[in-house]
């Protein structure tokens, strides 16, 4: 594989770096106080612009890039929060799990609006009281009533719950002497649903955020509310998971881009003790230490992204990059807030808001210490069986 950006990406590369610069990022502000009139009209632009959805399939209404060509497309679109929203990729995990496991009537649905922007979705899986590491201990149940799904529990961190049209909710539905992996289902619920209840929207570190506490109190829905087969929860959410930890570590790098932009800016522009800040040697280590890091994490984020194109399940790879890739955004931003000093800890610039979303970074979508020991089994796993762990495509 080569490492810089084919030449059949770059055109479209180049246009949705231009429309983040230029237009989403200078918008940043108002954004935040937006009462979504300006999300809507920059969305009108990036579909009329032929960027809308990109990384969807062509069979959906979407750009239907390959995962390695969407890499170097969602690197530059993950320069501001804001880019997955005004681009239409905020759905891409819940189309791609409907896709592959909706019903025609569910398809019909929720799948169309979802990739127009038309409806937002919303994924329930973590719960309050119990540790998210492990999911076989999730307390939401769900019982089969006649030809109604009866729903009682808990959960939190339900992003967009409070703007979306469903949740996609994971249950125990199976008794308790089931084998725990195939003890779950998946089933949508509209968020309109009598006992469908909104507990609050939980800042995470003083950003607002639509991340929800919502409790289910007898939530009755249609038997064919149920997403794919009965019991097999896991498999669905490991397959919307596994994705998802990679469209987050491509759009960490076009955060972490910008920090190191702002950060090589600053140290120009300022002076201290009679020079500039970049003939400071200590500064200069930021500047190897962020440009290591990030490319370091860009190329095992198109490692992972080139082996899922090769048709791998791409678990090392992706568990590697989830961990990597957040730890790398982290320092990268660390030290551009250093080298801005104490405005570095003001909303003058982006610096902290991509700090605090950054260290949200190694919790969801599994902890890092998850997926540590995830990588250092698997690979322990093929010695034990007599073999060695190649790198590179297998």
């Not at 300006?38 to 969305?43: D, P």
């Not at 719950?161 to 195939?182: D, G, I, K, L, N």
């Not at 990030?294 to 090769?310: C, E, F, N, V, Y």
Request: hydrophobic share 40%.
């Amino acid at each position: 594989m080569s490492f810089t950006v084919p030449d059949s990406v770059r055109p479209v590369r180049d246009a949705v770096h231009a429309f983040m610069t230029e237009r989403v990022e200078p918008a940043e502000p108002a954004l935040l106080e937006d009462d979504g009139s300006l999300l809507r009209e920059l969305q009108r632009e990036a579909k009329k612009e032929g960027l809308w959805a990109l990384g969807h399939p062509r069979a959906l209404g979407g750009g239907g890039l390959p995962f390695l060509d969407y890499a170097y497309v969602n690197e530059v679109q993950g320069r501001s929060e804001f880019g997955q929203l005004v681009l239409g990729t905020f759905t891409l995990q819940d189309s791609l799990m409907l896709h592959e496991h909706a019903s025609p009537a569910q398809r019909e649905r929720y799948l169309k609006p979802l990739v127009g922007g038309d409806i937002w979705p919303s994924f329930a899986m973590t719960e309050p009281l119990v540790s998210s590491s492990d999911p076989t201990q999730l307390k939401t149940t769900a019982v089969l009533d006649g030809d109604e799904w009866v729903i009682n529990g808990h959960k939190w961190f339900t992003t967009g719950a409070s703007r979306a049209a469903y949740t996609t909710v994971m249950c125990r539905t199976e008794p308790q002497e089931a084998p725990p992996h195939q003890a779950f289902s998946m089933i949508l619920v509209p968020t309109g649903t009598p006992g469908y209840t909104i507990v609050r929207e939980t800042p995470v570190l003083g950003l607002a955020g639509a991340h929800c506490e919502v409790r289910y109190d007898d939530v009755r829905v249609p038997s064919a509310n149920l997403l794919g087969p009965r019991g097999q929860g896991f498999v669905i959410a490991q397959r919307r998971l596994g994705p998802g930890r990679i469209f987050h570590c491509m759009r960490w790098l076009g955060q972490a881009q910008r920090a190191f932009d702002l950060m090589c800016g600053r140290l120009h522009a300022r002076s201290a003790f009679g020079e500039p800040l970049a003939r400071k040697q200590l500064m200069r280590q930021h500047v190897f230490d962020s440009y290591a890091e990030i490319q370091s994490a860009r190329l095992l984020t198109l490692h992972a992204a080139h082996a899922m194109d090769a048709g791998q399940d791409a678990r090392v790879e992706i568990g590697a990059i989830k961990v990597v890739g957040a730890r790398m955004l982290h320092n990268v931003i660390d030290r551009a807030i250093q080298v801005y000093g104490a405005a570095g800890l003001t909303p003058d610039t982006p610096l902290d808001r991509m700090y605090r979303h950054a260290r949200a970074g190694r919790i969801y979508d599994g902890p890092d210490e998850v997926h540590v020991d995830s990588v250092g089994r698997r690979i322990l796993g093929a010695y034990a069986a007599g073999g060695n762990w190649e790198f590179g495509l297998r």
